[in-house]
Every structure is written in structure tokens, then in C-alpha cells.
Antibody
Framework: QVQLQESGPGLVKPSETLSLRCTVS????????WSWIRQPPGKGLEWIGS???????NYNPSLKSRVTISVDTSKNQFSLRLSSVTAADTAVYYC???????????WGQGTLVTVSS | DIVMTQSPDSLAVSLGERATINCKSS????????????LAWYQQKLGQPPKLLFY???FREFGVPDRFSGSGSGTDFTLTISSLQAEDVAVYYC?????????FGGGTKVEIK
């Protein structure tokens, strides 16, 4: 089964862009959907968006104007960019995958991103 | 968006006893063409990412103990732990995948009484 690992800055300033990368190991990125989900400290889960390895991304409308998800199969990585961040974007960010766009399995361990000056 | 409502928010159950978690969707997530409900359940232990337990409401993921069961259809779903073990302490989430955006319930925290 594939394994996922998120990486990126743990601290981002307000109004700047959050950039995270998810590195995939143990399998091919082909024929999978690649997703980002976030979880504010002590709160529930929010789907950010998903992208088929060769398709167009699908974003949560609540974040669509600020989000970009991209897949680079040559590097076995996919990425998240979230622009104009505020304190409300402070969360643990998870990457996840699946053979369908439906359920999410497996997930990376998650990375905490704090938005603060 | 489809709103997922879980109940209770938390419950404390004695070891070996049954735990029941409910999940209600604001819209029907049953696809009449394949008779499948587009609902998944996840378990999240403290400090860990969520782990998939069930998809299609009742299809158990490989490796999930059979004391866990998922049931329901349409708008009302249940996750049952038939005999609670210490390792089942976690927060459980339901998730619908009937329509975009994917949405999750608020979570139910299961503890030992």
C-alpha cells in the first residue's frame, strides 16, 4: 500500500501563501485520486480538494478561490497551495489518496501549519 | 452541501459493552442505480490520522475487527462496536461521498467508562 508524507513550513504569516507537498512512496501515482484535508486543532475534518493523477482538480467551494492542487507523477509528489491565509487556516493538513474519488485511504501523518505573524 | 450530523458528541462505554454511533445526512446518499449508500466511517486515535473503517456504509475495510459493524441506508447510518476494547478509544467520523464537496460529520468521541 502506498505511504504518504506531508512536508512544508509549519509557520506562515497572515496574507501569505501556504505551500505543502505530499511525497508518495511504495506505489505508483497512476490511477489514484490525490486529496488534501485539514483539521483545525481540536475540531473536525474539512475536505479541501482532490485531483485524479491525470485530471482536473475538484475543490471545496468554500476554499476554491484560494486553493491550487497539482500532481507531479514524475516526482511522486502532489502539492497544495492556499493563498491569502488567515488565522482561520491554522490546522493539521493531511494528504490522502484512494482508487476512487469517494473515500480516503490511506492518509499521511499530517502536518500542523500555524498562521501567525 | 450535504450536512452530516453525528450523535452523540461523546459517549463512555464499559469495556466489553456495546457502543453505538449515529450519523444522519441532510440529503439522501443512496444511489438508486446501484443500491449503494455513499457513506464511509473513519476512526481517529489521538495524534494519528483518520483510518478508514467502512465504505458503502457497511463494507468493512481489510483488517478492521469484526466487532465493528456499519449499517443504514439513505439518510440514517449507524456504527456499532459490539464489545468495546481499550484500543477502540478514538473519535469516529462519518463522511458522505454522494456529492461534492465531500463532507464529514462532527465526530463522536468514544471513551471507556
Amino acid at each position: 500500500q502506498v505511504q504518504l508524507q506531508e512536508s512544508g513550513p509549519g509557520l506562515v504569516k497572515p496574507s501569505e501563501t501556504l505551500s505543502l507537498r505530499c511525497t508518495v512512496s511504495g506505489g505508483s501515482m497512476n490511477n489514484h485520486y490525490w486529496s488534501w484535508i485539514r483539521q483545525p486543532p481540536g475540531k473536525g475534518l474539512e475536505w479541501i480538494g482532490s485531483m485524479y493523477y491525470s485530471g482536473s482538480p475538484n475543490y471545496n467551494p468554500s476554499l476554491k478561490s484560494r486553493v491550487t492542487i497539482s500532481v507531479d507523477t514524475s516526482k511522486n509528489q502532489f502539492s497544495l497551495r492556499l493563498s491569502s491565509v488567515t488565522a482561520a487556516d491554522t490546522a493539521v493538513y493531511y494528504c490522502a489518496t484512494g482508487l476512487t474519488s469517494l473515500w480516503l485511504d490511506p492518509w499521511g501523518q499530517g502536518t500542523l501549519v500555524t498562521v501567525s505573524s | 452541501d450535504i450536512v452530516m450530523t453525528q450523535s452523540p458528541d461523546s459517549l463512555a462505554v464499559s469495556l466489553g459493552e456495546r457502543a453505538t454511533i449515529n450519523c444522519k445526512s441532510s440529503q439522501n446518499v443512496l444511489n438508486n442505480s446501484n443500491n449503494k449508500s455513499y457513506l464511509a466511517w473513519y476512526q481517529q486515535k489521538l495524534g494519528q490520522p483518520p483510518k478508514l473503517l467502512f465504505y458503502w456504509a457497511s463494507f468493512r475495510e481489510f483488517g478492521v475487527p469484526d466487532r465493528f459493524s456499519g449499517s443504514g441506508s439513505g439518510t440514517d447510518f449507524t456504527l456499532t462496536i459490539s464489545s468495546l476494547q481499550a484500543e477502540d478509544v478514538a473519535v469516529y467520523y462519518c463522511q458522505q461521498y454522494s456529492s461534492s464537496p465531500l463532507t464529514f460529520g462532527g465526530g463522536t468521541k468514544v471513551e471507556i467508562k
